[in-house]
């Protein structure tokens, strides 16, 4: 089951950020820093009441001095040309609207509705979308009963809250939580659920096309359930595949760096809606922050990842130029060296073969399970070669391991106190894991657990 996306739509210096911030320490270490990448506060994850989703913070639509009245004067905005204010609108909440199931405009219960406001509830009245108001800095009773003014663009139930200080924000998150009940339900569908993501311009529709095109055994269109794509369903080797889609973004004009950015959120569904992500990487740009930013949230979902390097005929080359490019993407996504890189040309076709069969490898790995009596032999060996950590001047002591679950590979140890586990022992304890088999692409959640039989995620 995938988790729903909450995304904060709003103007500059409405408090989204905090706000943001708010939502997601409603639980204690939920957005963990990956080793080996760094990535801005774009996304996180939230839990109210027993349900878990993304919330995504689009950044701030502002209204250029000069231009407040004829901003004002705007009444379709999908209609009128894209310049300025009203391109940056267009970019950051078209993309929110698609991709996200629950929308919540921010405003300021101080400042009261301004221009820019009024032409953002423009677009949000066109959407078929839950549509919350979080009136922001409502922080006394009279900016709390202002902040109802808000009613008056036509958007959506207001909350009159506080970011900073966490009044309101419980009743917001229960109307959040409310309007994914309206969420239709996708449909199950047999095999392997596969999501080719990557930047804008990486060659995700060539690639779509090419693996279409290359098996023309095509069981279905399955419409997308809260968007206009769809995602295509092929047969390789007598086995269902679905390829998430994720086409459709491309760059225009100076609003690259926005499309970019908001692009982020169609790859955040895909992940959440699929079981292997295939990352595309140009090959004649090369990897970028954004990459990274993609592959971390798939390890932190545990889905299966592999790395895919297109347009691979672009590139000049010699004997040495694969080597050289695999060692660089190797330091650029050090942080999940287990996962396949291929290289491959969507235009040309050139082993476009193989990412059906590396998807299909990669899967596979989630279902394998490891012995338990091989298990507890690799511990004993580990502990072994390293001895356990010290906290405190209490020494951690392993009793047993065993593999708990698969989808992903679940290992729980059992141990005198959870507490002691550093990060730094539990990877290589990983390392330990994947000693014995590699599970190629395929994150491990490692689960230690005192014998009481409390959990440490």
Same mark, same amino acid.
Do not use: C
């Given at each position: 089951m995938r988790k729903p996306i909450v995304a904060l739509i709003g103007r500059p210096n409405v408090g989204k950020s905090t706000l943001f911030n708010r939502l997601v320490e409603q639980r204690k270490a939920i957005v963990e820093d990956v080793p080996g990448t760094t990535r801005d506060r774009l996304y996180g994850d939230c839990e109210w009441s027993g349900v878990s989703f993304l919330v995504v913070d689009t950044g701030g639509v502002e209204l250029p001095s000069g231009r407040r009245e004829e901003q004002r004067s705007v009444q379709t905005p999908l209609a009128v040309s894209s310049k300025g204010f009203l391109r940056e609108i267009r970019v950051q909440v078209t993309e929110a609207l698609a991709e996200a199931d629950v929308i919540v405009f921010v405003t300021d219960a101080k400042s009261g509705i301004t221009p820019a406001d009024e032409t953002i509830a423009e677009w949000l009245r066109q959407s078929q979308k839950p549509l919350l108001v979080a009136a922001n800095k409502a922080d006394n009773e009279e900016r709390r009963l202002t902040a109802f003014e808000f009613y008056n663009l036509g958007v959506g139930e207001v909350f009159a809250v506080s970011a900073l200080h966490g009044i309101g924000t419980g009743d917001l998150l229960d109307a959040i939580v409310a309007g994914f009940e309206?969420?239709?339900?996708?449909?199950?569908?047999?095999?392997?659920?596969?999501?080719?993501?990557?930047? *804008?311009?990486?060659?995700?529709?060539?690639?779509?096309?090419?693996?279409?095109?290359?098996?023309?055994?095509?069981?279905?269109?399955?419409?997308? $359930?809260?968007?206009?794509?769809?995602?295509? &369903?092929?047969?390789?080797?007598? #086995?269902?595949?679905?390829?998430?889609? $994720?086409?459709?973004?491309?760059?225009?004009?100076?609003?690259?760096?926005?499309?970019?950015?908001?692009?982020?959120?169609?790859?955040?569904?895909?992940?959440?809606?699929?079981?292997?992500?295939?990352?595309?990487?140009?090959?004649? #740009?090369?990897? $970028?922050? &954004?990459?990274?930013?993609?592959?971390?949230?798939?390890?932190?979902?545990?889905?299966?990842? !592999?790395?895919?390097?297109?347009?691979?005929?672009?590139?000049?080359?010699?004997?040495?130029?694969?080597?050289?490019?695999?060692?660089?993407?190797? #330091?650029?996504?050090? !942080?999940?060296?287990?996962?396949?890189?291929? !290289?491959?040309?969507?235009?040309?076709?050139?082993?476009?073969?193989?990412?059906?069969?590396?998807?299909?490898?990669?899967?596979?790995?989630? !279902?394998?399970?490891? *012995?338990?009596?091989?298990?507890n032999h690799m511990l004993e060996q580990a502990v072994a070669r390293h001895p356990q950590p010290v906290r405190a001047g209490k020494q951690l002591r392993f009793y047993y391991v065993t593999q708990a679950d698969v989808d992903p590979p679940t290992f729980v140890f059992f141990v005198n106190n959870r507490e002691i586990v550093h990060f730094s022992y539990k990877r290589y304890l990983e390392n330990s894991i994947r000693a014995l088999h590699p599970f190629h692409g395929t994150p491990l959640r490692l689960v230690f657990r005192n014998r009481s039989g409390d959990d440490l995620s």
């Open positions: 309206q969420i239709p339900a996708e449909p199950e569908e047999p095999g392997l659920r596969l999501a080719l993501v990557g930047r *804008p311009n990486v060659g995700k529709s060539s690639l779509l096309n090419a693996l279409l095109g290359r098996d023309r055994a095509i069981v279905s269109v399955i419409p997308g $359930t809260t968007r206009d794509a769809v995602d295509s &369903q092929v047969k390789w080797h007598g #086995e269902s595949v679905t390829l998430v889609d $994720t086409a459709g973004i491309r760059r225009r004009g100076h609003i690259d760096r926005g499309v970019e950015r908001y692009s982020v959120l169609r790859a955040l569904r895909a992940i959440e809606r699929s079981d292997v992500v295939a990352l595309l990487v140009d090959a004649e #740009e090369g990897n $970028t922050e &954004q990459d990274a930013h993609i592959a971390g949230y798939a390890l932190e979902s545990s889905r299966s990842i !592999f790395i895919v390097v297109n347009k691979w005929d672009l590139v000049e080359k010699d004997s040495y130029t694969m080597d050289v490019y695999r060692q660089r993407l190797r #330091e650029a996504f050090r !942080f999940i060296d287990y996962v396949p890189l291929i !290289f491959i040309s969507a235009l040309t076709k050139q082993r476009v073969g193989q990412v059906l069969e590396i998807a299909h490898q990669v899967y596979s790995e989630r !279902f394998f399970r490891i *012995p338990t009596s091989a298990l």
